[in-house]
C-alpha cells in the first residue's frame, strides 16, 4: 500500500522524498511567497516503474510552490571548560522556506 507516484529530490544540499500535495521545509531560498520553483529531481517512482538518474533524471521534474518562509525552532549551543572560567552559551534558529509539491512529471 505505497504511494503511487513520488520523487526524491535535491535542494539545500539534502535529498527528501516527495509526493504531490506534500509540504516540506528546505534550506531557505530566496524567493516570493506564491511563486513556482522546479528542483533537482534524482529518482522517480511511478508504481512499478522506477526511474533512477545518474545524477539527475533527464526528462523529470518537480514543481513545488512557496508556501511561506519562517525559521525553526532554538537550538542552544553551550560551551564550557573547566577550571578556566570559560562559559559561552549562543542560541541558533535556522531559516526555512515551506515548500508545497504540486507535481512530478517523470
Known sequence: MSEQLHAV????????RVAPGDLLKVEKLSLD????????????R???AIKIGTP????????????????GRKVIVYKFKP???YRKKQGHRQSYTELKITEIVG
Open 9 to 16: 529530490i535535491r535542494t539545500g544540499g539534502k535529498q527528501y
Open 33 to 44: 511567497v506564491g511563486s513556482a520553483v522546479d528542483l533537482e529531481v534524482l529518482m522517480v
Open 46 to 48: 511511478n508504481g512499478d
Open 56 to 71: 539527475l533524471v533527464t526528462g523529470a521534474k518537480v514543481q513545488a510552490e512557496v508556501a511561506s518562509h519562517g525559521r
Open 83 to 85: 577550571r578556566r572560567n
